[in-house]
């Protein structure tokens, strides 16, 4: 073993012994042991077993069939959990279910034909190489679907919760999973080009698979996704709701036209506290409390200044009956959502 292979071997081997600290950690010494990380982890000890497979292929002699056929077949086990994992981290009520159990079939059964497959038959038996070529052809094109499941749940996702109304946690589980199958992409690929062409040296899969794992595992501690799980979606969705009732409440009901319309009491009317009910309004409708109500005061003055038959009723009393308490607030509301002030508006109307 030249000095070359000496540093191939190091390079990978880091990476594998990263990747499995890394998920004992998500395992066994995380405090958080969500049902994510614990996938997050088992997908790291299945890889690692794959790429030690590589690994001892490419520079060890006389590797037995069903070793290399077990590190092949882990594949169909790692697309079921990645898709698990992406599931877990965009759901906030994902459970494994017996049905998921269904996916890990084609696992079992190929781990199975592996067995008839030995050293002497592959040099011996058509039928043994037949087996062999179709289920690693089989194994990466299941890996392959696998992978794009994922990526379509977490697509999604994201576009079920737009950027403009994503929170911080939702923005780093996104960015997190974009990251995530980009890294099997390329561990797929380089895999594959291994089959494909015979120039392409076999270690430069463990190669890749350990520069991802590195960057992988930097990100995961960077966005803190061990720390957070598939409930921040759910949080979007009682928030949602929440903003469609004090819409409802508010523009709807045409509560904004009560002169004493305030926080308190539509956080009343919600059941939520001030807090909650100020936040969820400047996260949807992109202004504060006040602002939200005076838009809407605002716009029906507006109607009401630009209509012919309004011309009898004073600036004054149309500010009134929208809701205004003051000309003075009226004024500088109308000023503010529209960059006129209401007299202008009237004067230039006429």
């Not at 094109?141 to 911080?168: D, E």
């Not at 305030?262 to 504060?288: C, D, P």
Request: proline residues 2%; positive net charge; charged residues 20%.
């Amino acid at each position: 073993m030249n000095s070359l292979d000496i540093l191939l071997v190091i390079v990978s081997s880091a990476g594998l012994l990263h990747g499995v600290l890394f998920a004992v950690y998500l395992c066994f010494f995380k405090k958080k042991k969500t049902l994510p990380n614990q996938l997050l982890g088992l997908i790291l000890v299945l890889m690692a077993f794959r790429i030690g497979k590589s690994v001892m292929m490419n520079f060890g002699d006389g590797l037995e069939p069903i070793f290399i056929y077990a590190g092949l077949a882990t594949l169909l086990l790692i697309g079921p959990l990645l898709k698990w994992y992406v599931m877990g981290l965009t759901r906030s009520s994902f459970k494994l279910s017996k049905n998921h159990g269904l996916e890990l079939i084609p696992f079992i059964f190929t781990l199975s034909l592996g067995f008839l497959v030995t050293q002497e038959s592959l040099q011996n038996e058509k039928w043994a190489i037949i087996i062999f070529g179709s289920a690693i052809l089989f194994i990466y094109l299941h890996l392959a679907l696998y992978i794009f499941m994922a990526w379509r749940i977490a697509r999604s996702t994201g576009k079920n919760y737009k950027k403009s109304v994503q929170t911080k946690s939702q923005k780093a589980i996104l960015d997190w999973l974009k990251l995530l199958v980009i890294g099997f992409v390329l561990i797929w690929i380089s895999y594959v080009l291994n089959i494909v062409d015979e120039e392409v040296p076999y270690i430069i899969g463990p190669i890749v698979y350990s520069m991802a794992i590195y960057f992988l595992s930097f990100k995961a501690f960077q966005l803190k996704i061990t720390d957070i799980g598939g409930g921040v979606f759910k949080v979007e969705d009682d928030n949602t709701e929440l903003f469609d009732r004090i819409s409802r409440l508010i523009v709807d009901e045409r509560r904004y036209l009560e002169s004493d319309l305030s926080l308190a009491g539509v956080s009343k009317l919600v059941g939520k506290s001030a807090q909650k009910t100020s936040s969820v309004i400047n996260q949807y409708a992109k202004r504060n409390f006040n602002d939200f109500i005076n838009y809407h005061r605002v716009q029906d003055a507006k109607k009401m200044l630009s209509d012919i038959e309004n011309e009898k009723f004073t600036i004054s009393s149309i500010a009134f009956d929208t809701g205004f308490s003051s000309i003075s607030s009226f004024n500088s509301a109308f000023k503010k959502f529209e960059g006129i002030t209401p007299s202008s508006l009237r004067k230039n109307k006429a």
